[in-house]
Every structure is written in structure tokens, then in C-alpha cells.
């Protein structure tokens, strides 16, 4: 088969919209869940789609509008289809009730597997287990797709966009949410989502809190929060005990590379997504990533242009294989902390995203190529929970080896 | 009216039960939680020591080598995971070689084959990435390791097979005599028994004042682990122990049979039986002795962290006699007691004869259980086969640790039957990964609730309160 596709949540249906129109149509999308749209189904508010088509849509509607167009074009789709592995010369190992486990020879993959949430147990919180904590993602679940309460009075632990997303649901349902704590000094989350779901609400934003003791045998029953130093290390002497019978957890997304660690896919430390070019290759040839998978998106558009990239690339690679005519290796200072694409292998104009590790107010970006400074933008503020991207030119890449990206005063 | 009442379904009661399901009478478990395996046995090292520990003489030495020789036959037959990984105790100085010299003499008395003291290089080739400092090990090829909870769950499983009976949510409130016989009461029923065997773990000196006995008593204390994600079950291949010393036993690092990395566990006497609550401090500790033992332990990748509580007799001994007649103590089961379980089971139902239980071995008695495990081992050919069969086998529901719906309904179907979110999860592993059950809950909620035949938000985590969901949602009602 010409291409597999990985799952169909928006990058996976927007990569497989983008092949099919690039020429591919021996392809496949295989997606573990019952319908497409990923974890788009379960995003009931608004305010997917503004960058992409102008207007907010809820998550199911963003969805529908590429699901529609894979019915239109009648693009092969496995649903209730979970991939076991893939290999390094991509064969795919895949089952699901009426195939049982099979097997897939492609000449390329698109992997598009989106991210989980990081779990209670990374954390160490101390105290018992009971009922009553659950990843934001989960409560969702629960509340959006079954039309379950997983709780009453509520504390939620991370300010990811999920969870502000979920206190707000939360309320809305009836519950009582008593705080949202966040570890550092500023949000994770969008700007508009702390406004529109927190400040909105009453709902008090806890910076440099964290929960220390969960209590309760059955179910939850209250939580100690505290304060915490510079160093993220709780005062003891702020500890403020807060009845409850829900923990939420919205502590950070991390992307589902096992199948790509499986294929032997080198992967970066610090995105847990993999290593890619301008085209989204990884580095086995012929294997691609686009969306969550890849790096942690907080718009779903940017994900949608993304795949489209992954999708075309793909669609070349199949027809006349892919040829590299530079590398370009691009590093970030620390203050920058990544960048997608992390190589460049052509020499085109390539837009460039990046995320910062802290809030900047007043800063340039700066690209240097060696001591020459290639691109320069001022920002009045940069901030971790935002995506930024930079159009880098065609003619900036002449001559580089190494691009690297710096956050400087303005 | 039942021959024999085993109060405790921990791995202690458990074992007994198999036992006594090879004889021509009517035994019972009771059990007061909603499952099986849930006190010590659900929280600890899950390890088959050798047997060099105990001291010479004591029940505790006898029990534990005899134990870990049967171990590999009983898992066998109860399709059970087992690994004969090897133990080492690993010590950094002079001092420390001298007490494993003195642990090695022990071993030797106890009967435990194959001890060896060895010298830096070996037990670096042995394992790469043991702490540089480290001067010596001793070596015991027989350790193993296994799954307290698998093995727990397939005792039961086979003796209910072999038509003992299981009483959960059974918890003893009082016991009295009635003749020869004695009356086991809850809040809401009550049994009759000839014999009754109090296996009731940290409870087990409540249990045995019931009849009179107050001759010991049961003291908890906390040991508490972190469990590493399976890409890090490669980094040892034996289970690490440190030197013994006045502060204890230390923190050990072992793969477990699933892959993952287990490292703990701490060790303090509390108060409360019922407070398996995890601390700070006890998270520090680990960290700091886990990583003295190895070169590095990343535990970036920690996927849980969780408290046991072991039953600490005050003799320092098991406590397995008959203070009454026709009524056994299998108490003060606390370390090496999984090791141990099924020399204990023997020597509880000797026991049992001397008092005069004298039911004959039965013909149809069949230990052999199929393995909870049968379709994650089978071949991709077996797989197809049963999924064409039973198409449910190829929905996967848990990604983290792939487990499909049919493994799932087999939980609920299969004794013991799994009732609760939790059940599932100790049968299935399902949400024992990487993302805990983040993704899988919602699904094996609605299965457990459709099987089950309850409503949705009537499913819990561990049985009473611990409900997952406290109502619908406005919309939905
Ligand atoms: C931290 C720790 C580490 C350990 N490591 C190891 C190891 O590596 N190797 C090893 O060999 N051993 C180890 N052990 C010891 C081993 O776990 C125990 O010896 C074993 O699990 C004890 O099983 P049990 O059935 O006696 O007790 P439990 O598993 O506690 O079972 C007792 C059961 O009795 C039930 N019960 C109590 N009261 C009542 C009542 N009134 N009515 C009805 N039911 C009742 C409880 O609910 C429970 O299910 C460890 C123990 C701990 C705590």
C-alpha cells in the first residue's frame, strides 16, 4: 500500500485529505476509536477553527468539517483499528474485531497518534488512592461523551488548557470548583481561556500552588495544597487543607511515541515527539509526523496545516522520493525551547514554530547564522502556554550549516 | 454449614483454600473487602526471597525456603507469572561484607541452594548498571520474582473451580462457639463451621480474640514503593537488595514479572491499620537509597507510587498454631509470607489434621487453572482463531498495556469474578500503564456496567463509596 495513516483526529484526517489531493489513493487511515475526530469529539466548547476558516467552531464541528471531505473523496478508513507496532521498513502490525491482527506493507506512514495527559502518578503527590481523581482529559470524557458527574466540589491541579476548559464545563454542570493550582508562576494555558473559563467564573487561579496530600479511603474527600518556593519546593507553613471530592489533573500533555520508539524513530528530549525535517520526515525516510503526536499543539489549526505539510511530503516522497539539498541543523538557546522543524533539509522558505520555557516581556527573536543575524522580530510578550512562528525566507537558509534561535532584548 | 471457614483472602487464605479444595469437604473464604488480594497481598516487593533472611530455626526460615522451592510448580499449574531472576545483595564495604558473609552462613543453615559471595567484577558483569561503589554481592540463584495479585486471584480462581466458595464483602464481626462448631458472624449474615482459619492478615489478632486468643498482637508498618514505566524494566535483571544494617533492610530495585522497575520499600511503624497513605518523606527515601544502588534510576518515568502495610507479629515469628480447638492462626504473616504462602497453606492444613479434619483427597480435584494471561501469550495464528471466535478479543480498550474487551469480559466472568474497576485492572492490568487508566476507564466503566447489569454511575473504583462518577450530568438526566 501507498500510504498508512495513524490516526484520525484532525492531523491524521488533514494529512490524508492533503495526500489524496497531492494524488495518493491507495491509503488508509486506521483509527483505535469508533469515529474519527480524536480528542476533537469530546472539545464541546468553542473556539476551534479561527486561524483556519475564520470563524469559532466547537471541537465536533472542526472535526466534521474534514471528516465530510474524507467521506467525500471516499478515503479508505479502519475505525475501531489499534496498531501494535511498526517497523523500521514500515510494516504495520494492526488489529481490530473483523480483521483480527494483520499485517500492512506501506512505502510510507504519516503518524498522527495525538499526546495523552500525564498522569497522577508522575507526580508523587502523597496521601491515599481513592476515587476521585482523574485526569481533566477523563472528566470530559465522563461529562461530555457519557453524561456522568465524576464529582461535586472540585480542585483542579494545573492550569493546562484542559483543565481550565474543565473547570468551566464543571461549573457549568452545577459543580462547586473550589481552586485551579498551578506549580510555576504563570499559566500553561491560553490567555483567552484563563479569562474566559477562570476570571469569568470567580474560579481563583492558585500561581506557585501545588497539592501536597490527597485524602480519603473510598473517595476523595479533601486535598492539602501549599504554596511553593522558587524552586517549586512546597511551604510547609502555607499548607491549606480544602474539602473536596474531586481531583482533577491537568499537568501537561506528552506525545504517544511508543509505536514510533518501537519503529526505532530518533525522538527529541525536550518535545518527547520526533525529530523531523521542513516536510515533517522523521528520520527513517518515508515516515512522517504531523499534530500532537509530533510536538504539543494549543490550536487545532496549527495542527490542520501541519498534517497538510506531512500529507504532501508524503505524497512526494511516494512519487518521486524525497531529495535533500542542504542541512541545516536548527538549535535554540534554552529561553527558545524547541523548535519544529528541528532540521532543515531543502532549501525553501519553511515557517518555523517554536515555544519559549518562561514568560519574556519585551524580547526579539533573533535567527543567527553563525554571527549574522538572518531574522529578527520584536514581541511585546512571549509566554510557554502560546505557540510562535516565524516564516523563515528561502534566501536566509543560503549558506547555513546551523540556524540558531534566540530570545534577546529588545 | 461448612467444614472449614477461611477468614482472609489475601495470598495467605488463598493458598489454604486451594489446599483444602483438594479434599471431599465444604470450605468457604470470607473475605470483608470486594475482592480478592486487596490487604498486604495487593502492596509489595513480589518477591520469592530465598531464604537467607529469617533466622536459623524459625518458622519463618523453614516456611520460606520450602515456599520458594514449590513456588515454581504452583505457579505453573495456576498459569501464574514467575521469574527465577535472581537476587543480590549488593554491599559497598568492609562492614557490609562481613554481614553478607554472615547472611551467606544463614542461607547455607537454612537450607538455600547455590549462595554465593562475589567480588565487584562479577556482579558487574552481572549487572552493568550497578553503583560504582559497590564492592560485593551475595548471589541467590534461586530468588525469583512474581505477581502477589496474579497469584492470589488464580488460588482462588482454582479452588472455586474445585467448589470452594467465596464470600466477599464477609467481614467478621464476631465469632462464637456452638457446640463443636462455630458460628462466623457479619454485620448482615452468619455461617456455621467445624474449623476456621484466621488469615485475616493485620486483623488477624481482632480475629483471634474473637475465640479467646490474645497472645500476640499485629502492628502495622508502612512500606512504601514508586513503579517505574516498563522502559525502564531493563535496567537489572536481579532483584537488588542492599546490606541489611540496624536501620533495616533498605530500599531494593527489582524488574517485576510485567517489566516494570519497582523500587521501595520504606519501612515505619504507624498506628492506624487502615492508613496506606504514601508520604513525602518516604518518596525522598526511596529516591535517595534506589539511586545510591544503582548508577542512576530515572524516575522522570515513574508511572505510580503506592503504600502496603505489613502485618507485624509481636512475636517476631509467624504465629501459626491452634490456641482453641478446631481454630488456626495463620497470623503474623508479614515478609517472606507471599515467598512462603505455599509451605504455609501445608503446614496450616497439618495443622488442621491434628485437629482432627480428616475429609478424604478428592479424585476430581484439578489444579491446573488456565492463565488469566493465555491471550496475550498466545501466537498472532492462536490470536486470530480466537478472534474470530469472539470478535471482542480484537477491540483493544486498554492501549497503555493492550488489553482487549474480551480479556476484560473474561475478568468479570471468569472466579474470581472482578466487580469493581480496580478487579479489572489486578486480572487485566488494564490502566496499570503509562497513562493509568486515563483513556480505559470510561470504556471498562460502561462494560462493568452493561455485564453487570447496574447503572453506570453505580460502578466504583474499589467497592463501597468509592464511586467513579456521583451523578449525570444536567443535560443527560
Ligand atoms: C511492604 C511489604 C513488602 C513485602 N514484600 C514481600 C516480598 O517481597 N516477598 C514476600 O514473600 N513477602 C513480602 N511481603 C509479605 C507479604 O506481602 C505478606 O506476607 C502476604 O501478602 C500476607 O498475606 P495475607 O493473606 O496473610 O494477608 P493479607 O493479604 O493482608 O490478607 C488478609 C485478608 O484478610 C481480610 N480480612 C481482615 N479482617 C477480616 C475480617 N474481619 N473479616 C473478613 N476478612 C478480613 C483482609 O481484607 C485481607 O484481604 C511484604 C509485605 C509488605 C507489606
Not at chain 1, 380 to 407: C, D, H, N, R, Y
Amino acid at each position: 500500500m501507498d500510504l498508512v495513516i495513524i490516526g484520525g483526529g484532525p492531523a491524521g484526517m488533514s494529512a490524508a485529505i492533503a495526500a489524496y489531493e497531492s494524488g495518493i489513493r491507495d491509503m488508509v487511515i486506521l483509527e483505535r476509536d469508533e469515529s474519527l475526530g480524536g480528542i476533537l469529539q469530546q472539545c464541546i466548547h468553542n473556539g476551534f477553527g479561527l486561524h483556519k476558516f475564520g470563524e469559532e467552531l466547537t471541537g465536533p464541528e472542526y472535526a466534521w468539517r474534514y471528516e465530510k471531505k474524507v467521506r467525500e473523496l471516499n478515503i479508505p478508513v479502519k475505525l475501531g483499528t489499534m496498531v501494535l507496532d511498526i517497523t523500521e521498513d514500515k510494516v504495520i502490525t494492526a488489529t481490530n474485531p473483523e480483521d483480527g491482527i494483520f499485517t500492512i506493507e506501506a512505502k510510507a506512514i504519516i503518524l498522527a497518534m495525538g499526546c495523552r495527559e500525564r498522569s497522577k502518578g508522575a507526580l508523587n503527590i502523597a496521601g491515599s488512592r481513592p476515587a476521585g481523581i482523574y485526569s481533566a482529559g477523563t472528566a470530559q470524557k465522563y461529562v461530555n461523551m457519557k453524561g456522568y458527574m465524576p464529582g461535586k466540589n472540585v480542585v483542579i491541579l494545573g492550569s493546562g488548557d484542559i483543565g481550565l476548559i474543565m473547570a468551566r464545563r464543571m461549573t457549568l454542570e452545577g459543580a462547586k470548583v473550589h481552586a485551579v493550582c498551578e506549580l510555576m508562576p504563570y499559566s500553561g494555558g491560553l490567555a483567552r481561556n484563563i479569562e474566559q473559563c477562570l476570571n469569568d467564573f470567580g474560579i481563583p487561579l492558585k500561581l506557585s500552588h501545588t497539592v501536597v496530600e490527597i485524602h480519603g479511603k473510598e473517595r476523595v474527600t479533601g486535598v492539602t495544597i501549599a504554596k511553593v518556593d522558587e524552586n517549586r519546593k512546597p511551604i510547609l507553613e502555607t499548607k491549606e487543607y480544602i474539602p473536596c471530592d474531586t481531583l482533577l489533573l491537568s499537568v501537561g500533555l506528552i506525545p504517544e511515541n511508543e509505536l514510533s520508539k518501537s519503529a526505532g524513530i530518533s525522538l527529541s528530549t525536550i518535545t518527547s515527539g520526533a525529530d523531523v525535517d521542513q516536510d515533517r520526515q522523521t528520520s527513517i525516510p518515508g515516515i512522517f509526523a504531523c499534530g500532537n503526536v509530533l510536538h504539543v499543539h494549543d490550536l487545532v489549526d496549527f495542527v490542520s496545516e501541519e498534517a497538510e505539510i506531512a500529507g504532501k511530503s508524503a505524497a512526494l516522497y511516494i512519487q518521486n522520493g524525497k531529495e535533500n539539498t542542504c542541512s541545516i541543523a536548527l538549535e535554540t538557546d534554552g529561553k527558545i525551547r524547541y523548535t519544529v522543524p528541528q532540521r532543515i533539509t531543502e532549501n525553501k522558505d519553511v515557517k518555523v514554530y517554536f515555544r519559549v520555557a518562561d514568560v519574556f516581556k519585551n524580547v526579539k527573536i533573533n535567527v543567527y547564522s553563525g554571527e549574522n543575524v538572518v531574522f529578527s522580530k520584536r514581541k511585546q510578550k512571549v509566554a510557554p502556554g502560546e505557540m510562535e512562528s516565524i516564516l523563515l525566507k528561502k534566501e536566509m537558509l543560503e549558506g547555513a550549516e546551523k540556524l540558531t534561535f534566540k530570545l534577546e532584548e529588545a | 454449614m461448612y467444614d472449614v471457614a477461611v477468614i482472609g483472602a489475601g495470598v495467605t487464605g488463598a493458598m489454604i483454600a486451594r489446599g483444602l479444595a483438594k479434599y471431599d469437604a465444604k470450605v468457604c473464604i470470607l473475605e470483608k473487602a470486594n475482592d480478592v488480594a486487596t490487604g498486604a497481598t495487593r502492596a509489595n516487593s513480589a518477591i520469592v526471597h530465598a531464604g537467607f533472611d529469617a533466622k536459623e530455626g524459625s518458622l519463618k526460615a523453614k516456611l520460606n525456603v520450602e515456599g520458594s522451592k514449590m513456588m515454581k510448580k504452583v505457579t505453573d499449574e495456576l498459569g501464574v507469572k514467575y521469574k527465577n531472576n535472581g537476587s543480590l545483595v549488593i554491599g559497598f564495604n568492609d562492614e557490609d561484607r562481613k554481614t553478607i558473609e554472615e547472611l551467606k552462613k544463614r542461607g547455607d543453615a537454612n537450607g538455600v541452594e547455590g549462595l554465593r559471595v562475589i567480588d565487584a567484577a562479577e556482579l558487574r558483569e552481572l549487572e552493568p548498571n550497578i553503583s560504582e561503589n559497590a564492592t560485593c554481592a551475595l548471589y541467590a540463584p534461586t530468588g525469583a520474582i512474581v505477581c502477589p495479585y496474579d497469584l492470589t486471584i488464580a488460588a482462588v480462581g482454582n479452588a472455586m473451580d474445585n467448589g470452594v466458595e467465596l464470600k466477599l464483602n464477609f467481614k467478621v464481626t464476631g465469632i462464637e462457639k456452638d457446640g463443636s462448631d462455630y458460628v462466623i458472624k457479619s454485620e448482615n449474615e452468619q455461617i456455621k463451621a467445624h474449623y476456621v482459619i484466621n488469615a485475616a492478615g493485620l486483623f488477624a489478632d481482632d480475629i483471634a480474640k474473637m475465640v479467646g486468643d490474645d497472645s500476640f498482637s499485629i502492628n502495622p508498618r508502612r512500606g512504601e514503593y514508586i513503579l517505574l514505566d516498563k522502559e525502564c524494566g531493563g535496567l537489572v535483571s536481579h532483584t537488588i537488595f542492599r546490606t541489611p544494617s540496624k536501620m533495616g533492610k533498605g530500599i531494593l530495585v527489582s524488574p517485576t514479572v510485567d517489566g516494570n522497575l519497582l523500587t521501595g520499600p520504606t519501612s515505619v511503624d504507624i498506628a492506624d491499620k487502615e492508613d496506606n497513605t504514601t508520604t513525602s518523606e518516604g518518596f525522598a527515601h526511596i529516591i535517595k537509597e534506589a539511586s545510591e544502588n544503582l548508577k542512576a534510576v530515572p524516575f522522570g518515568k515513574t508511572i505510580t507510587s503506592f503504600c502496603g502495610l505489613r502485618a507485624t507479629g509481636s512475636t517476631g515469628d509467624f504465629i501459626i498454631n491452634s490456641p482453641k480447638a478446631g481454630f488456626i492462626n495463620a497470623a503474623g504473616i508479614e515478609s517472606p509470607g507471599l515467598s512462603a504462602s505455599p509451605a504455609i497453606a501445608e503446614y496450616v492444613i497439618g495443622l488442621l489434621k491434628e485437629q482432627g479434619f480428616n475429609a478424604a483427597q478428592k479424585d476430581s480435584f484439578n489444579p491446573v487453572r488456565r492463565s488469566a494471561h493465555y491471550f496475550k501469550d498466545a501466537s498472532v495464528e492462536e490470536k486470530n482463531e480466537i478472534i474470530k471466535k469472539n470478535p471482542a478479543f480484537g477491540r483493544i480498550v486498554c492501549r497503555c498495556e493492550i488489553v482487549t474487551e474480551g480479556e476484560i469480559l473474561e475478568a468479570i466472568h471468569t472466579n474470581p469474578k472482578a466487580t469493581d474497576l480496580d478487579g479489572v485492572k489486578r486480572r487485566t492490568r488494564s490502566g496499570m500503564g503509562r497513562c493509568q487508566s486515563g483513556f480505559c476507564s470510561p470504556y471498562i466503566v460502561e462494560i462493568l456496567s452493561r455485564e453487570l447489569g447496574i447503572p453506570y454511575e453505580c460502578v466504583t473504583k474499589s467497592g463501597g463509596e468509592s464511586y467513579i462518577n456521583v451523578g449525570k450530568t444536567k443535560e443527560a438526566e
